[in-house]
T-cell receptor
């Protein structure tokens, strides 16, 4: 399978704990995106990388959120001191970054904060 | 800023009925337009796309035409199947916005046998 891979698929955590999600993009893709999706809503942009450089962060990405893409390969999204409002599906996507190119999504990581 | 508006669901249809989901957008420049589909418990899959005005995207019997004059990209299918039950998202990407996707709120479609 050469698609976008996300781990873990599901995570239940207690409020106040830290969680980390990993994304492995399609190997030749230089762009990597993170989105958040809550039930009944469309995905909301969080941040994206061009190779290892983080080029844009949404206002949704509070100080408790951090994303990295060391060496321009896989990426991690960490949420510190989780809150119940962080419960959502976190989607990773990748593309070649050229205008009009398809952005491919992983199956998402579901986070439930209890 | 860029935005996408699509009709709210749920849309309930009988098998073999005609499906239309309206989508309009606001963007600077000339965006590319996409329809993604999300089946229960899964991530998003690209259904079709169009990258310039008057282009028609098509896939699996679905079609959508990029209409710059009405800033629309309505999704249509002539005869739906039960397996088409899913949530459909209209989206745009624009070079000026880093080519990231901006999504509409999604339209849930339920096809009954």
């Amino acid at each position: 399978d050469t698609g976008v891979s996300q781990n873990p698929r599901h995570k239940i955590t207690k409020r106040g704990q830290n969680v980390t999600f990993r994304c492995d993009p399609i190997s030749e893709h230089n762009r990597l995106y993170w989105y958040r999706q809550t039930l009944g809503q469309g995905p909301e942009f969080l941040t994206y990388f061009q190779n290892e450089a983080q080029l844009e962060k949404s206002r949704l990405l509070s100080d408790r959120f951090s994303a990295e893409r060391p060496k321009g390969s896989f990426s991690t999204l960490e949420i510190q001191r989780t809150e119940q409002g962080d419960s959502a599906m976190y989607l990773c996507a990748s593309s070649l970054g050229t205008t009009g190119n398809t952005i491919y999504f992983g199956e998402g990581s579901w986070l439930t904060v209890v | 800023g860029n935005s996408v508006t699509q009709m709210e669901g749920p849309v309930t249809l009988s098998e073999e009925a005609f499906l239309t989901i309206n989508c309009t957008y606001t963007a600077t420049g000339y965006p590319s337009l996409f329809w993604y589909v999300q089946y229960p418990g899964e991530g998003l899959q690209l259904l079709l796309k169009a990258t310039k005005a008057d282009d028609k995207g098509s896939n699996k019997g679905f079609e959508a035409t990029y209409r710059k004059e009405t800033t629309s990209f309505h999704l249509e299918k002539g005869s739906v199947q039960v397996s088409d039950s899913a949530v459909y998202f209209c989206a745009l990407s624009a070079r000026a916005a880093g080519n990231k996707l901006t999504f509409g709120g999604g339209t849930r479609v339920l096809v009954k046998p």
